[in-house]
């Protein structure tokens, strides 16, 4: 039981900050994400805005590098996500059970399909609390993630220093 416990004081030591110059890259690459989703939302009046997206932004440009933040994980993460949650909520209704089987499954296509992008890990539960109708797929979900995904490949390429995506299939 001690060795239980003692597990859980953790390390000492916090990781460094990142540079100033990488902090301020993320915030602009967010600020830019979210303001052409927002912005194609107004345009076509079509909901184009999810939640997680914004979580999405923090791995796509605050770690651009790591293999959540890269286009497949994001786009098919997010897609498969969302269907899962779909899929539950059609088959037995917005129940907790329904919403803890519907995560549950959805983290385990992603790592099935390796398209594992831990922000759309919540678009079960904002489809269960939404009940939202099929078309969430494509709208927010799909043409979304994308929106984000074009504006990570424009802006992540601009610095000298930095390369987006690492791989896409």
């Not at 989703?37 to 791995?59: E, N, Q, Y």
């Not at 969302?82 to 959805?106: E, I, K």
């Not at 398209?115 to 969430?136: C, D, E, K, Q, R």
Request: net charge positive; aromatic share 12%; charged share 5%.
């Amino acid at each position: 039981m001690n060795t239980f416990l003692s597990k859980m004081r953790g390390g000492t030591a916090v990781p460094p900050r990142a540079p100033f110059r990488h902090i301020a890259l993320s915030w602009l690459g967010g600020f830019l994400a979210i303001s052409a989703v927002a912005l194609a939302t107004d345009i076509s009046h079509m909901p184009l805005v999810l939640g997680s997206f914004g979580a999405s932004c923090v791995l796509i440009f605050g770690f651009p590098e790591s293999p959540f933040s890269q286009p497949r994980n994001v786009i098919a993460g997010h897609f498969l996500s969302s269907l899962s949650g779909l899929l539950f909520l059609t088959l037995f209704g917005p129940h907790w059970w329904s919403m803890a089987l519907a995560v549950g499954t959805a983290i385990a296509v992603m790592q099935l399909t390796r398209t594992v992008h831990p922000p759309a890990g919540s678009n079960p539960v904002i489809v269960m609390l939404a009940a939202p109708a099929w078309s969430f797929l494509l709208t927010p979900t799909l043409i979304g993630s994308v929106i984000v995904v074009i504006v990570a490949i424009v802006f992540n390429n601009i610095p000298k220093d930095r390369s987006y995506p690492k791989y896409w299939m």
